[in-house]
């Protein structure tokens, strides 16, 4: 019997599908064990070798807890709103949904092939109606909350209310410790009684988990939408490389703030890699420090634009003796008399009205330049220095010294205040800024030199030149400078977080829309017996020509407040006929919380995100696999939503992932043609010399194992091959050379290798256990199509060491202790390797039990049953195929982990070298606990031992139990 790997992977995958192998219980007996793949976005190019790799190590772990006892949930599904969809759909016409729909299409049979143990009775997808509805209802739960850091947790706004009515929002008075937005007008219970009803709901959105704003966002004019900051590489959008710049809009926002405190000591509780938590505390970003306030000093210029300001209510009006006030964040208050500049965001508020007409043109000039560039990219970009004087001046709270205002790109408006005290006798970047502009730079470190750079350290140095503070050093220096500051009303200690709320509108088509209405511009919520609220039918998937969002197309989006239904526009009459929000929800909303969705069978779905009884039993996810990637991203929003879940008892758990793992990636061998400069002749690779060329991508398929080019394949090529139809190949001895460069595998770089190619060539298996045989799962490793011969010849002599010619070679013989001690080392370390995850050092333990027992002829089945038992989560189909040529019934994927015995490997005997005067001349096994007597009286007498001496009286004989034995003499 040969080994037909594509029609043994068909039949198995076929039994798994209609017998549900993989389904997992709510209700089993058994220890719950949840694994849970990062899911992907179905994009038109399919899986490529690199994308299983994660999945195929989860599905390991999952096959070998099955096998170890557990109720394993394994789930699949799509995360599948997307901006890929949606320009799809604006070139084409073709409706987001229909090409979703033939993406995942394609994704499954690829998933399926590959022998993935997937219950796919739970699969979500994110763009499917009945699964927004549920993100649609959280949204609506978080907007009618606010998290109160008295008790330190999330709670319903009717609570806020109820305090509002009885005693205002001062929190003298009402006890109030909550999070909101910045600089809150403080009103009495008289006051808020008496207030609209439009005025309540303005003032209750500066308190809201999720809450309109303006704010400053990425803007990317060529896609029509916000982009976060990781959709945003190197200034440009990571779809499609276009320009980015920074402006303002009305937008919603999530009140992540609220929760940094509480996302950066969740890290201590949960097993991930450290360099991952260090990226979120990185960017959670935790300060303590002070914050200070500077007076601007008014000029009569100032006053006049200031006082025309029509924005400002009455108890903010501006005058010489009420002046604009600067509020800065330091962690550094024992620099303050170092203070010899402060630098505000081109984006600050207060940029305008104390910019003075001189400097005006320059200013506008560079707040143009700074617009361009990503907030991502201003922080990276630490070699250049740029800015602009305001013309205007603050006054030092102690000092009462004037300090220039500048604004410079490296300050952020969205990160703190907005607004940074140069200290550059402190801090490099003031340093050079002071330097580049020739501003001076003060010196207030007690015996240290600054001439040539910044001190930026706070250890072993005292203060200097700085009035009360001289003497002191950072500790003492900082209690007491916050104290004066106290003191002068201008200041207090404070904690700061980098971390920034998360914008949370989307100016695109294919999202979740906003269960949202609004009555006189204020937002109302739709009521959850009516969601989902669905996306509505759109001529174009484009923003409207007046700049609305591609939604402001639809003609039948508007909300009956009568009838609860979507009806036409034209039926608006603002008084029960209301509009609909236009913007949808961003990528990250429907995989903030998919987690939780898995674990709630289909049946019950209509009536729950997920079942109290679902959620008790699974609780969060045991082990999750994905790419570090989204360390800033989904990994951190995730956790929010799940504490805020938490805080209202909709959830029992604190975090979604106990475990994560970060699998590394599988690089691609791209191939390069090179080009002479000016010509269209290109060079064979060893020809370029000292040419001038330029290295082209070309698709790897034409490339062979030896690096040439199949030139009439290439420019016979469907897509690319006009762009070389009339060039010139150079040659050298008669083949085209191509260069070879290892870089991440895309599509754009043309060395993607397609996993269907390697399943029909090779098989599922092989391409599984190649993957893992490449290296450790957590590093990155270059793909190399020849490499995976050698476990295609590995399955191959498995298959031979089970099936002869006639049939099954295994039989009830009794096993040899070699077999058994081959089976039992080859347990010991698989077990240990698969809890380690190691899966690479498992490969090559198989292949050297397969060759052992191979050259042991070993035929019994208590060796060889259990060994298929230890490759199955690795090989599913060749194992489910030999246990079932074994006489089995069933499927092996839940058969008993064979149990290590330590007894097998403790060697019974030991093959003695004999040596003469230190010469090795012949080997004599021995029991291993013979005494060293019985071991010398057993040498002695041997025959080899009599003709070596020759008579001769040996001197000594030395005996080391268990290694050697010496005749000296």
């Not at 580049?436 to 250890?459: L, Q, R, T």
């Amino acid at each position: 019997m040969q080994y037909h790997f594509n029609d043994i992977e068909a039949k198995w995958q076929k039994y798994w599908a209609e017998n549900q192998t993989f389904k997992a219980s709510n209700s089993s007996d058994k220890p719950k064990y949840y694994v849970l793949d990062m899911f992907p976005y179905p994009s038109g190019a399919g899986l490529h070798v690199g994308h299983p790799l994660g999945y195929i190590a989860s599905d390991i772990y999952a096959r070998y807890k099955r096998h170890k006892g557990f109720n394993v949930l394994h789930p699949q599904g799509y995360d599948s709103f997307g901006l890929p969809a949606e320009q799809y759909a604006i070139q084409t016409g073709q409706h987001p949904a229909i090409t979703t729909e033939t993406n995942i299409k394609t994704y499954r049979r690829q998933l399926d092939q590959i022998g993935f143990s997937f219950d796919w009775s739970r699969e979500v997808r994110t763009s499917s109606p009945e699964y927004y509805k549920w993100t649609q209802w959280i949204f609506i739960q978080l907007f009618e909350s606010y998290y109160c850091f008295n008790d330190n947790k999330a709670k319903d706004i009717k609570e806020l209310i109820y305090v509002f009515k009885l005693n205002g929002n001062c929190p003298k008075e009402s006890g109030l410790n909550v999070a909101c937005d910045d600089n809150i007008e403080i009103f009495s219970a008289d006051d808020w009684n008496g207030f609209s009803s439009e005025k309540q709901q303005e003032i209750l959105l500066q308190y809201r988990l999720t809450y309109l704003a303006e704010t400053e966002v990425n803007w990317c004019p060529a896609l029509g939408t916000v982009l976060a900051n990781d959709e945003i590489v190197n200034g440009v959008s990571e779809r499609g490389g276009h320009p980015v710049i920074r402006k303002k809009m009305t937008q919603w926002s999530m009140r992540i703030s609220a929760y940094a405190e509480r996302l950066l000591q969740g890290l201590e509780t949960i097993d991930w890699t450290e360099s991952l938590k260090e990226s979120q505390r990185n960017w959670i970003g935790k300060s303590v420090g002070a914050s200070v306030t500077f007076n601007v000093k008014m000029t009569s210029e100032m006053l006049k634009q200031v006082q025309h300001d029509e924005t400002q209510s009455p108890s903010e009006l501006v005058s010489e003796s009420h002046p604009l006030k600067i509020e800065v964040f330091t962690t550094r208050p024992d620099t303050i008399f170092g203070v010899s500049f402060m630098t505000l965001a081109p984006e600050h508020e207060l940029v305008s009205q104390i910019t003075t007409p001189q400097q005006k043109a320059e200013v506008e000039a560079y707040i143009l330049a700074t617009s361009k560039r990503s907030e991502r990219d201003r922080m990276a970009d630490v070699k250049t220095i740029s800015g602009a004087f305001t013309g205007a001046y603050a006054e030092h709270p102690f000092s009462k010294k004037p300090i220039p205002i500048w604004i410079g790109d490296y300050v952020l408006a969205g990160y703190g205040t907005g607004a940074v005290m140069a200290v550059p006798c402190g801090d490099q970047r003031d340093y050079d800024f002071a330097k580049h502009f020739n501003i001076p730079i003060p010196n207030i470190f007690e015996g240290v030199d600054i001439s040539e750079e910044a001190y930026a350290s706070k250890d072993n140095v005292k203060i200097a030149n700085s009035d009360f503070l001289d003497g002191m050093n950072y500790k003492k220096a900082s209690k007491r400078a916050i104290f004066e500051l106290e003191q002068l009303g201008q200041g207090e200690g404070k904690t700061n977080f980098r971390l920034r709320d998360a914008v949370f509108s989307r100016q695109r088509y294919w999202g979740e829309p906003f269960p949202v209405y609004y009555v006189n511009g204020m937002p109302q919520m739709i009521d959850k017996q009516h969601l989902p609220i669905t996306l509505p039918e759109v001529e174009k998937y484009l923003p409207t020509e007046t700049g609305e969002p591609p939604l402001g197309r639809a003609d039948i989006w508007a909300w009956d407040t009568t009838t609860n239904t979507v009806v036409s526009n034209d039926k608006i009459n603002n008084t029960t006929i209301h509009p609909l929000e236009l913007n949808t929800m961003p990528g990250w909303a429907g995989s903030s919380w998919y987690f939780f969705r898995y674990m709630e069978e289909k049946a019950n779905r209509g009536e729950y995100f997920a079942s109290k009884d679902a959620l008790n039993y699974w609780e969060n996810v045991d082990l999750y696999i994905g790419g570090s990637e989204h360390a800033t991203g989904h990994l951190l929003y995730s956790r929010f939503w799940v504490k805020f879940l938490k805080d209202r008892e909709f959830v029992g758990v604190e975090e979604p992932f106990k475990k994560l793992i970060n699998q590394g990636m599988i690089l691609g061998t791209s191939a390069f043609v090179y080009r002479e400069d000016g010509t269209n002749t290109y060079l064979s690779k060893g020809l370029i010399n000292d040419k001038k060329v330029a290295p082209i991508h070309v698709k790897v398929q034409y490339v062979n194992a030896s690096d040439e080019l199949d030139i009439e394949g290439l420019k016979n090529d469907g897509e690319f091959g006009e762009d070389f139809k009339d060039a010139e190949f150079i040659l050298e001895d008669g083949v085209y050379k191509v260069g070879r460069e290892v870089e991440k595998m895309s599509k754009s770089k043309y060395n993607v290798v397609n996993p269907d190619n390697i399943c029909e060539q090779y098989g599922a298996d092989s391409l599984r256990l190649y993957e893992m045989f490449l290296g450790p799962l957590e590093q990155a490793k270059p793909w190399n199509t020849a490499g995976i011969t050698g476990v295609h010849g590995f399955l191959k002599k498995l298959w031979k060491l089970y099936i002869g010619e006639n049939g099954v070679n295994v039989n009830d013989a009794e096993p040899t202790k070699d077999n058994l001690k081959t089976l039992h080392k080859t347990i010991k370390k698989v077990e240990e390797d698969i809890e380690n995850f190691s899966f690479n050092t498992s490969v090559s333990t198989f292949m050297i039990a397969v060759n052992e027992l191979t050259a042991q002829k070993c035929t019994s089945k208590e060796v060889l049953q259990p060994l298929l038992v230890l490759l199955s989560p690795y090989a599913p189909h060749i194992t489910e195929e030999l246990y079932s040529q074994l006489g089995n019934e069933g499927s092996i994927a839940t058969v008993a982990f064979p149990k290590f015995d330590a007894s097998h490997l403790v060697e019974s005997s030991k093959n003695y070298p004999i040596s003469f005067n230190g010469k090795m001349r012949f080997t004599l096994e021995l029991p291993m606990d013979m005494s060293k007597d019985d071991i010398e009286k057993t040498v002695m007498a041997h025959e080899k031992t009599i003709a070596q001496l020759d008579g001769r009286t040996p001197k000594k004989v030395i005996i080391v139990p268990g290694k050697i034995v010496n005749i000296v003499g």
